[in-house]
C-alpha cells in the first residue's frame, strides 16, 4: 500500500495525472483546461521575454542613440542625413569605382542618357558625365570642409577670447568682427582669392576668412553667458589659467550650438567654393568640380540641359542638406533656443 502511494505520488504531469485518474469526464477537462492554461502561459512569457530582448538591443544600437539624442526624428532630417552620407561617401570610395577618366578627351561628343559605356552621356568634349559628376564632388567637399574647420577655428577661438574676456580686448576684436560683417561675404571672398589667385588653397582661405566673423559673435554670446556662471567665477577665484577655463569650462558647455551653426555654415562654404569654380576663381580645369561643370555647360543649356541641370542639382541638394541638418542638430542639442 505505501509503495503504491508513493508512486501515485510521484505523478507530476498532466498526463500521468490523466491516466492516473478515475475516467471522469470533468476530471479529465479540467486537466486539459489546465495543461493549454499553462501553454499559453509559457509561451506569453517567451514572447514577453523575446520582446524586451528586441527592446534591450534596440536602446543599444547606434540609431536608437541617435533617436535619444533627438536627432533625425523629422522626415527631412533623415533623408538628409543620407544624402549627406551618400555624397561623403561617393566623395571617398566613388572615384575607386568609376573606371572612365573624367579628363579624357573622346569622339563621342554629347552622347544622351543610358548610351552604351556612359550611363549619363558624354559632354561637348567627348568625357564621360557620370565620372565628371562622382570625381567632382571630392573637390567641392574638400574646399567646403576645410574652409568650415578654418572659420570654425578662428571664429570661435576669437569668440571665447572676446566673451571671457570682456573690457577693452572684447571692444577692439568685436569692432573688428563687425567690420568684416559690414563688408559683403561674397564680394570679401572674390577680393582674397583674387588678390592670391585663383586655386584651392586660396580658395579655402578666403571663405574660412569670410565666414568666421558670423561664427566669431556666436561664440562671444554663448561664452559672455557662460563666463558669468558660478563655476566660471569658482574658476577663476582658484587661480585656473585663462586657456584652461576657455578649453576645458567653457568651450564643451557651448559646444552644442557651435556645432550646429558650424554645420549650417558648411552649406554657404559649399555654395562659396561652387560660385567662385563657375566665376573661374575656384578649381581650375581640368579637375572636374561642380562649379565649373555649370559654367562650362551653359552653352548647351537648351540642347543638352543635363550637363548643367545635374551638377547645379546636387549642389542645391547638398547646400539644402547642410542646412536640415544644421536645424537637426541645433535642436537636439540647444532645444532651448538659448541664443
Known amino acids: 500500500m505505501s509503495d503504491r502511494t508513493g508512486s501515485d505520488s510521484g505523478l507530476g504531469t498532466t498526463e500521468e495525472a490523466l491516466a492516473a485518474a478515475p475516467a471522469s469526464g470533468g476530471a479529465i477537462r479540467s486537466a486539459r483546461r489546465g495543461q493549454d492554461r499553462d501553454g499559453r502561459d509559457r509561451d506569453g512569457r517567451n514572447r514577453e521575454r523575446r520582446n524586451r530582448d528586441g527592446r534591450d538591443r534596440e536602446r543599444r544600437g547606434p ?26 561617401l561617393v ?25 552604351p559605356g556612359h550611363l549619363l552621356g558624354t559632354d561637348d568634349l567627348g568625357r564621360d558625365e557620370l565620372a565628371r559628376l562622382v570625381h567632382g564632388a571630392r573637390p567641392l567637399l574638400i574646399v567646403a570642409f576645410a574652409s568650415t574647420a578654418l572659420a570654425a577655428v578662428v571664429g570661435t577661438g576669437v569668440g571665447l577670447l572676446a ?61 559672455a553667458r557662460e563666463t558669468a556662471r558660478d563655476y566660471i567665477v569658482a574658476a ?16 564643451p558647455n557651448i559646444a552644442g550650438p557651435m556645432v550646429a551653426q558650424i554645420v549650417m555654415t558648411l552649406s554657404v562654404a559649399a555654395g562659396f567654393a561652387a560660385g567662385l569654380s563657375y566665376l573661374g576663381l575656384g578649381i581650375q580645369p581640368p579637375t572636374p568640380d561642380w562649379g565649373y561643370m555649370v559654367q562650362a555647360g551653359q552653352e548647351f543649356l537648351y540642347s543638352a ?18 542646412n536640415f541638418v544644421g536645424d537637426d542638430l541645433r535642436d537636439a542639442l540647444d532645444p532651448k533656443g538659448s541664443v
Request: aromatic share 4%; charged share 10%; net charge positive.
Open 91 to 115: 566623395a571617398l570610395v566613388g572615384p575607386l569605382l568609376i573606371s572612365a577618366d573624367p579628363v579624357r578627351q573622346t569622339s563621342s561628343a554629347m552622347l544622351p542618357f543610358g548610351s
Open 63 to 88: 540609431v536608437a542613440k541617435l533617436r535619444q539624442l533627438g536627432i533625425g526624428t523629422s522626415w527631412p532630417a533623415k533623408v538628409s542625413w543620407v544624402f549627406l552620407v551618400a555624397i561623403v
Open 305 to 322: 540641359p543635363r550637363l548643367v541641370v545635374l551638377p547645379a542639382t546636387l549642389t542645391l541638394l547638398f547646400v539644402v542638406a547642410c
Open 163 to 223: 566673451g571671457y574676456a570682456g573690457g577693452a580686448v572684447e571692444q577692439v576684436l568685436m569692432r573688428a568682427v563687425d567690420l568684416a560683417l559690414a563688408f559683403p561675404s561674397i564680394l570679401l571672398v572674390i577680393l582674397l582669392v583674387a588678390a592670391a589667385g585663383p586655386g584651392t588653397t586660396s580658395l579655402v582661405v578666403g571663405v574660412g576668412v569670410s565666414l568666421a566673423p558670423g561664427l566669431a559673435r556666436l561664440a562671444r554670446a554663448l561664452a
Open 236 to 251: 577663476r577665484l582658484g587661480g585656473t589659467r585663462t586657456p584652461r577655463v576657455l578649453v576645458q569650462e567653457i568651450l
